[in-house]
């Protein structure tokens, strides 16, 4: 009977670890609140610099839309494939530079962020560190930049004349062309 509940013991913790390692989370953190996120949630902050937070598996990616729309979002929150919503079908990522210099997030309805880890230099966080196979990525956000615009333009978060913005993240893992779903995140941000 002990050896059973130590084989059992075994299994269940092999498992968990197991789970850990394909594990995706998403904070939002402004000032001293980290806001742990749950799909749906809606979070309050003021038009300050915050950070998105993002704990993923080395070799896997991240896919981001945030919009002042909120069809995508609602797409996305009923969504079987989410390769078949508009901002995230082929092609529609968007380019960004390493290590996010300008600390900002792209807005817009028509596409995504693609949002990476190879090395610590090679990156789309501002921060970033790597404990076993998890990733933890910081993204600091003080600008909006209007992608769908023409011309295209930054806002600093104080100057935003908006309320909501309406956040969708995937995780993806694999390589080259073979990509699966992991985990999604879907949320909204509301700033006063």
Request: proline letters at 1%; hydrophobic letters at 35%; charged letters at 20%.
């Amino acid at each position: 009977m002990k050896n059973l509940f130590i084989l059992l013991a075994l299994a269940s913790s092999t498992a968990l670890i197991a789970q850990s390692k394909s594990s995706f989370a998403v904070s939002v953190q402004q000032g001293n609140q980290l806001h742990h996120i749950n799909n749906g949630d809606t979070i309050s902050l003021s038009k300050a610099e915050f950070h998105l937070q993002f704990d993923f598996q080395k070799g896997s990616v991240v896919g981001i839309n945030a919009s002042e729309n909120s069809l995508s979002y609602l797409a996305f929150k009923e969504a079987v494939d989410i390769d078949k919503i508009e901002c995230f079908g082929m092609g529609t990522g968007y380019a960004e530079s390493e290590r996010n210099e300008d600390k900002d997030i792209a807005l817009g309805d028509f596409g995504h962020g693609y949002w990476y880890y190879d090395n610590a230099k090679e990156n789309r966080f501002n921060n970033s560190s790597k404990k076993g196979e998890i990733i933890h990525g910081e993204r600091n956000i003080q600008h909006f930049f209007y992608v769908d615009l023409e011309p295209r333009k930054s806002v600093d978060i104080s100057q935003f004349s908006g309320s909501f913005i309406y956040i969708c993240v995937y995780n993806k893992i694999g390589e080259n062309d073979n990509w699966k779903l992991n985990a999604t995140k879907y949320f909204v941000l509301q700033l006063k």
